[in-house]
């Protein structure tokens, strides 16, 4: 079973803090990678994409991605109480139509 | 915008009933899935369908059938419903055939559905 893992929380950060979120995945095959923000009693929506090895910025989001270790990470900068959410990282599962989720993580930023 | 509609938000059915759950979009795309969500195990794909009338199983078909008769419409059929199926049901939909940045999953607003 091809499994994309993620802690499920709480995380809780400070107003204004970095919040750092960890996704492990087991398929070696997977090459794209996807952030879902969900809100509560709200459906998923995309906020980053990866695809190589690096960091990748978008505004206050930067996704990180290690091959090698097999992991994917999302940082948000100056998190926010509109932040808090639960975040689902996905990666694909080589058939391209398909994606594997996480359990998601849930972010709770305090004021 | 893409617009993913689900035709119910809440849903009570009864144990042994036959259930539909409908899903349409907007946007003339290929694809089109149904996950459920249940706390601790995440999104879990069911079905999935590439073009009309074509389908493929997903991780957890095993009680469910679907239904694409039309490209905008994609239907998740609980032929005999069970208390175990009780949970949050999303429909989702993407452009192309693989999932991409320019071709994301885009949800719609989910159905719980409970069985009692």
């Known amino acids: 079973q091809k499994e994309v893992e993620q802690n499920s929380g709480p995380l809780s950060v400070p107003e204004g803090a970095i919040a750092s979120l960890n996704c492990t995945y087991s398929d070696r095959g997977s090459q794209s990678f996807f952030w879902y923000r969900q809100y509560s009693g709200k459906s998923p929506e995309l906020i980053m994409f990866i695809y190589s090895n690096g960091d990748k910025e978008d505004g206050r989001f930067t996704a990180q991605l290690n091959k090698a270790s097999q992991y994917v990470s999302l940082l948000i900068r100056d998190s926010q109480p509109s932040d808090s959410a639960t975040y689902l990282c996905a990666g694909d599962t080589g058939t391209a139509s398909k994606l594997t989720f996480g359990t998601g993580t849930r972010l709770q930023v305090t004021l | 915008d893409v617009k993913v509609t689900q035709s119910s938000r809440y849903l009570v059915k009864r144990t042994g009933e036959k259930v539909f759950l409908e899903c349409v979009q907007d946007m003339d795309h290929e694809n089109m899935f149904w996950y459920r969500q249940d706390p601790g195990l995440g999104l879990r794909l069911i079905y999935f369908?590439?073009?009309?009338?074509?389908?493929e199983k997903g991780d957890i078909p095993e009680g469910y059938s679907v239904s694409r008769e039309k490209k905008e419409r994609f239907s998740l059929i609980l032929e005999s419903a069970s208390t175990n199926q009780t949970s949050m049901y999303l429909c989702?939909?993407?452009?192309?055939?693989?999932?991409?940045?320019?071709?994301?999953?885009?949800f719609g607003n989910g159905t719980r559905l409970t069985v009692t």
């Open positions: 369908s590439y073009d009309v009338k074509m389908k």
């Open positions: 989702a939909s993407s452009a192309d055939r693989g999932i991409t940045y320019n071709s994301p999953l885009h």
